[in-house]
């Protein structure tokens, strides 16, 4: 059997652990595996460092999302996390757990529990779970729906260059153990509030161009966000107004979570490595997304970004 199943199997009490500012792979995939535990009859809590996104509260039992029970857990399992430090103030519970799992599809490590499944060859964390849990035959319309949630958003609805055979054949099998494909879809891609709409219209305001068109960035300041009454983390999806530009190769966006602190993502095409640029702050991801942060004003912000887009590509 499978060590990370059996280590499953020995434990009472699982606790599984998103990384910060949870997305729709990390919140599928922990839960997909807090229902797998739950099925066994394990105590199993599920959660991440920070609360869950406004835009996730659709997801089947996301009252129970961060509802940590236990002062400590046999297992700790950590998904979709690509450095140590993504667990942040749950690390506690990483420490005191007798045993510890690391799943994961970022590059750049091997995994930091006793027992690693780390492949930056799966489009998502889902995917690997997907493979994981197939065997045991226990994927029931509830699991396979939060897997197909993970496989869905991290790979942009099937459109991002990671869409390989593997996980259209992954989605195919989702859906015929009973995964809600369309009203998935429609919850995330096809439902938006009025703030975030009016995220939107004002983010795209700020879109600019730079070196010859081939880089778009879009700036969510403060004054911004406040006015749409829209938190720091909600802002999923923004950046894909900027990479969506004929043209531009890579595409910015700038949050500012706090007054001069900003939360940035790239997004880009082809060859261009977002990640590179995002390691020139600190961060990281993958070739055509990746994320950073840095601090401050706006100006001076952009104005590195671009020093360092430059550094990279050479331009
Ligand atoms: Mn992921």
Request: hydrophobic fraction near 35%; charged fraction near 25%; aromatic fraction near 8%.
């Amino acid at each position: 059997m499978n060590p990370i199943l059996e280590a499953i199997n020995r434990a009472n009490s699982v606790l599984i652990i998103g990384h910060v500012r949870p997305d729709g792979d990390c919140i599928g995939s922990a839960f997909a595996l807090r229902e797998y535990c739950l099925k066994l009859g394990k105590t199993a809590d599920v959660g991440s460092p920070t609360p869950l996104p406004d835009a996730y509260t659709f997801v089947r039992n996301s009252d129970q999302f961060n509802r940590i029970t236990r002062k400590n857990y046999d297992l700790f399992i950590a998904v979709d996390c690509g450095a140590r430090d993504r667990i942040g103030r749950m690390e506690g519970f990483f420490k005191s757990a007798k045993e510890t799992v690391w799943v994961d599809h970022h590059e750049g490590h091997n995994g930091f529990g006793k027992y690693n499944r780390v492949d930056a060859t799966a489009s998502s964390t889902c995917e690997i779970v997907f493979d994981l849990l197939d065997p045991t035959g226990k994927i029931d319309p509830v699991i396979a729906t939060y897997l197909y949630l993970g496989l869905s958003t991290d790979t942009g609805h099937f459109m991002h260059n990671n869409t390989t055979p593997k996980v259209l054949y992954t989605a195919y099998k989702l859906a015929s153990y009973g995964a809600e494909c369309h009203e998935l879809a429609v919850r995330l891609y096809r439902t938006r509030t009025m703030e975030k709409t009016a995220l939107i219209a004002k983010s795209i305001e700020t879109l600019r161009l730079y070196m010859d068109g081939k880089v778009a960035i879009i700036a969510m300041t403060r004054d911004i966000l406040d006015e749409c009454h829209i938190d720091a983390n909600d802002t999923e999806g923004i950046i894909d107004y900027a990479i969506a530009v004929e043209g531009v190769e890579i595409g910015v966006s700038i949050c500012e979570e706090k007054p001069n602190e900003f939360k940035i993502s790239f997004r880009s095409r082809g060859k261009r490595d977002v990640n590179e640029v995002a390691r020139f702050f600190g961060g990281g991801g993958h070739v055509n997304a990746a994320g950073c942060r840095a601090s401050g004003n706006k100006e001076d912000v952009i104005d590195r970004i671009l020093r360092a887009i430059r550094c990279t590509i050479g331009e």
